[in-house]
């Protein structure tokens, strides 16, 4: 690789994507760059924000594989048989996890009541209670964190454990992931502090220990390259079947619709994302897979809510420079 396109490309990095911690290459299959910033490292795991969304999608493709979720067409309810139903309310019990997968399902607030919710020790039941309203399900509504943490609760009830557990068992050991333990937010300080770390390390959970579905999770750039490389390659991963082919398949393809963005949906996935999809966080932090070039890239990055638009990046300096790399 030429160094001085090579010097060109970090200088830009840390002229318009300062909070960039990590990024790594991946061309057919082996590392073509990897390089760290900010006084970061390879060891370093860096909050993902939504890129945690991406995560549980695995999750839930895992456990339909293995039976212990049927199908995506299951309704929510279905996995919480002690709910009790508000007197009414008839939308909630036709929401499906696919609904959840997709974004579209219907909520009953407008702008997310964010303190009620954080202030409360179940986000799974939270989440439930607002969810429905007089709205169907079918429209797209992203929800960043409000909603999300539903699938939480229906992994954690159909597999008999907590997410973080089935998580190490089923996708982090066999990819050589470690996770260290929950991280729990008491005060909305805590909640603060825990964004704006720069080296956390963990998954965020609530009082219960119900994990995060939609934020929370401490990955390394290099963890993130393995997930693209292990959804590039169909779900196997040195030669065992992670998560099955038909899963990576459908989680990866259209589902639903942004409209305003522009900008379509899988399953937690974003999909026709420059030729192929993304496990796209806050800040930059991205999991970018593009099946036709065999590429992967994965950044993680620092908080900044003014961060460059980090596709945009991909397309004009990181693609160009790597496509036709040989290392």
């Given at each position: 690789m030429n160094e001085e396109k090579i010097t060109a490309l970090e200088k830009k990095i840390q002229k318009e994507h300062g909070?960039?911690?990590?990024?790594?290459?991946?061309?057919?299959?082996?590392?073509?760059?990897?390089?760290?910033?900010?006084?970061?490292?390879?060891?370093?795991?860096?909050?993902?924000?939504?890129?945690?969304?991406?995560?549980?999608?695995?999750?839930?493709?895992?456990?339909?594989?293995?039976?212990?979720?049927g199908s995506v067409a299951q309704k929510v309810l279905d996995f919480f048989p002690d709910y009790t139903v508000k007197r009414g309310e008839k939308t909630i019990q036709t929401i499906t996890l696919k609904n959840l997968l997709t974004m579209t399902a219907p909520y009953k607030f407008r702008?997310?009541?964010?303190?009620?919710?954080?202030?409360?020790?179940?986000?799974?039941?939270?989440?439930?209670?607002?969810?429905?309203?007089?709205?169907?399900?079918?429209?797209?509504?992203?929800?960043?964190?409000?909603?999300?943490?539903?699938?939480?609760?229906?992994?954690?009830?159909?597999?008999?454990?907590?997410?973080?557990?089935?998580?190490?068992?089923?996708?982090?050991?066999?990819?050589?992931?470690?996770?260290?333990?929950?991280?729990?937010?008491?005060?909305?300080?805590?909640?603060?502090?825990?964004?704006?770390k720069n080296c956390a390390s963990g998954w965020v959970a609530d009082e219960k220990g119900h994990n995060t579905a939609g934020w929370g999770l401490t990955l390394t750039a290099v963890d993130m390259a393995k997930i693209g490389q292990l959804y590039l390659d169909g779900g196997k991963w040195e030669g065992r079947q992670i998560v099955s082919e038909e899963w990576v398949?459908?989680?990866?393809?259209e589902h639903s619709r942004w409209e305003k963005e522009k900008l379509s949906?899988?399953?937690?996935?974003?999909?026709?994302?420059?030729?192929?999809?993304?496990a796209m966080g806050n800040s930059g932090n991205i999991i970018y897979v593009n099946p036709a070039d065999k590429m992967v890239v994965s950044i993680a990055a620092l908080f900044k809510p003014t961060a460059k638009d980090i596709m945009e990046f991909i397309e004009k300096d990181i693609k160009p420079l790597f496509c036709g790399a040989e290392g």
């Open positions: 909070n960039i911690a990590g990024m790594v290459v991946l061309k057919d299959g082996r590392t073509v760059y990897e390089n760290y910033f900010n006084g970061c490292g390879a060891d370093d795991t860096i909050h993902v924000f939504s890129v945690t969304k991406s995560i549980v999608s695995i999750l839930a493709g895992i456990a339909i594989d293995r039976g212990y979720i702008s997310a009541p964010y303190t009620r919710f954080f202030s409360s020790e179940d986000w799974v039941m939270a989440a439930l209670d607002l969810l429905g309203g007089r709205k169907p399900a079918g429209e797209f509504r992203y929800m960043e964190m409000i909603g999300p943490d539903i699938l939480s609760g229906i992994l954690s009830n159909a597999t008999g454990q907590p997410v973080l557990d089935f998580a190490r068992e089923a996708l982090f050991e066999p990819l050589h992931i470690a996770v260290a333990s929950n991280i729990v937010l008491y005060t909305p300080q805590e909640h603060v502090a825990f964004i704006k398949a459908e989680s990866t393809a949906y899988g399953y937690l996935w974003w999909t026709g994302i420059l030729n192929g999809y993304a």
